[in-house]
C-alpha cells in the first residue's frame, strides 16, 4: 500500500526562523510528489517535483527532491506570519490519485 | 481566468439525504477529480474524470458517484448520508489524466447532522 508520511505534524516558529517541512513516501511506480499550502479550504499548488535532485524555488519556498532515498523537503526562509498554514505533500504513482499525507500544520508568531 | 470553482460552499444535510456537489474545471483542463478531506487528515482520493469517463475510484462505498459532462464540469452525489460523510470536499482540474499538476477549487464544506 503506498505510504507517504510528513513531519513534523506541526511547528512553532518565530517570524524570520528557517524552516524545513519533510515528506517521505513508499509507492509503487513513482511518478511525481507535489507540495501544497493550505489555508483554510483550497490546497494552494506550490511545487511538482519529478527528477531528483533538482531544487525548485519560488521567492522563499524552495524544495528537492531525493528519489534514492525516497523524500522531498520544503524550505521556507525569513518566514512570515502569512506562512502560517497546513502544508501538503502529495505522490502521484502508478494509478491515477495524488496520495497525500497528513501535513504539517506550521504556525509563525510574531 | 477563472481558477476551479465549486458550489455551493457550505451545505448541512441530515442524515439519509442525498446532496449533490459541483465543480467547474479551470478552462482548458479536461480532468477533474473528486477529494474528501476530514479534519486533520489530508485529502482522500475519491474519483477523477478524464474526458467524460471514469478513470480512477477511491476507496469509497457505492452511495458515492460522480459524472462529468461534456463541457468538462462535474457533479460529485452521496446517497443515503451518514454522519461520517461530513467533510470538506475538494474538487482539482488539470490538464491531462495524469502527470501534470493539479489545481484544487475552494470545497464545499458539508455537514451531516
Known amino acids: 500500500e503506498d505510504k507517504v508520511v510528513q513531519s513534523p505534524l506541526s511547528l512553532v516558529v518565530h517570524e524570520g526562523d528557517t524552516v524545513t517541512l519533510n515528506c517521505s513516501y513508499e509507492?509503487?511506480?513513482?511518478?511525481?510528489l507535489l507540495w501544497y499550502k493550505q489555508e483554510k479550504k483550497a490546497p494552494t499548488f506550490l511545487f511538482m517535483l519529478t527528477s531528483s535532485g533538482i531544487e525548485k524555488k519560488s521567492g522563499r519556498l524552495s524544495s528537492i527532491l531525493d528519489k534514492k532515498e525516497l523524500f522531498s523537503i520544503l524550505n521556507i526562509t525569513a518566514t512570515q506570519t502569512g506562512d502560517s498554514a497546513v502544508y501538503l505533500c502529495?505522490?502521484?504513482?502508478?494509478?491515477?490519485?495524488?496520495?497525500f499525507g497528513k501535513g504539517t500544520s506550521l504556525l509563525v508568531t510574531p | 481566468d477563472a481558477g476551479v470553482t465549486q458550489s455551493p460552499t457550505h451545505l448541512i444535510k441530515t442524515r439519509g439525504q442525498h446532496v449533490t456537489l459541483r465543480c467547474s474545471p479551470i478552462s482548458g483542463h479536461k480532468s477533474v477529480s473528486w477529494y474528501q478531506q476530514v479534519l486533520g487528515q489530508g485529502p482522500q482520493f475519491i474519483f477523477q474524470?478524464?474526458?467524460?469517463?471514469?478513470?480512477g475510484r477511491g476507496n469509497f462505498p457505492d452511495r458515492f458517484s460522480a459524472r462529468q459532462f461534456p463541457n468538462y464540469s462535474s457533479e460529485l452525489n452521496v446517497n443515503a448520508l451518514l454522519l461520517g460523510d461530513s467533510a470538506l470536499y475538494l474538487c482539482a482540474s488539470s490538464l491531462q489524466v495524469r502527470g501534470t499538476e493539479a489545481f484544487f477549487g475552494q470545497g464545499t464544506r458539508l455537514t451531516v447532522v
Open positions: 509507492v509503487t511506480n513513482f511518478r511525481s
Open positions: 502529495a505522490v502521484l504513482s502508478s494509478g491515477y490519485a495524488l496520495n
Open positions: 474524470y478524464y474526458e467524460k469517463e471514469e478513470r
